[in-house]
């Protein structure tokens, strides 16, 4: 079974900074995606990346971008330029591919996230 | 657009009372549909997920159930309520041809057990 772990229960920057989530996995597939999700206090998740595990290139959205490392499991969010509305739970969640088990996300326990101005 | 419409937001239901919520999703057909709970300060635990119309996969015993009447329609329920079963339930659908589809979820429906 796949587990996803965030060993930062909270975090905090200052508006215009920027600030990096981690996130590691354990997983014996080669196969897989990897999101992070957003949940603001209107407590509705909000995708916020999405990384393919074939892809060795990082994605990248706007401000937000990730460092994947495959070989190490580990899945770390930047935020630049954080702003208020970056305030949050983000969550790490990951999805084998095919079989049975794609559409079906395990999540990490969140990260929460406060930008101060 | 795609959306997803999840009732009621909140709901306070004494024990051993029935359950019933409801999550529609409308600008897809054959969505892969799914109902997550979040406990206080954890993440989220997959629940419930359907490929289909009356096709529902449980992914832990507990107390709930789900049903799949329509394409579009899923329903989460329980005949008698436990204190356990307080937390945030959300609804969340993907496209079914396409597994790399991410989630797309609801606004969640807080149910607090007394």
């Known amino acids: 079974a796949q587990t996803v772990t965030q060993s930062q229960p909270e975090m905090s920057v200052q508006e215009a900074e920027t600030v990096t989530l981690s996130c590691t996995y354990d997983?014996?597939?080669?196969?897989?995606?990897l999101f992070w999700y957003k949940q603001p206090p209107s407590r509705q998740m909000i995708l916020v990346i999405r990384q393919e595990a074939y892809k060795q290139q990082n994605a990248t959205e706007n401000r937000f971008s990730v460092n994947f490392q495959k070989a190490a499991k580990s899945f770390s969010l930047k935020i630049s330029d954080s702003q208020l509305g970056d305030t949050a739970m983000y969550f790490c969640a990951f999805m084998n591919e095919g079989g049975t088990s794609y559409g079906k996300l395990t999540f990490g326990q969140g990260t929460i996230l406060t930008v101060h101005p | 657009s795609q959306t997803i419409h999840q009732w009621p937001a909140t709901l306070v239901q004494p024990v051993g009372s029935p359950l019933s919520l409801e999550c529609t999703v409308e600008g897809t057909s054959n969505p892969n549909l799914y109902w997550y709970r979040q406990a206080a300060g954890r993440g989220l635990q997959l629940l419930f997920y359907s490929v289909g119309i009356g096709q529902i996969s449980s992914e832990v015993p507990q107390n709930l159930s789900a049903s799949r009447p329509q394409d579009r329609q899923f329903i989460l329920s329980s005949k008698k309520l436990l204190l356990s079963d307080s937390g945030f339930y959300l609804c969340a659908w993907s496209e079914y041809w396409d597994t790399r589809s991410p989630l797309h979820f609801g606004n969640g429906t807080r149910l607090t057990v007394t």
């Open positions: 997983t014996s597939e080669n196969n897989y995606y």
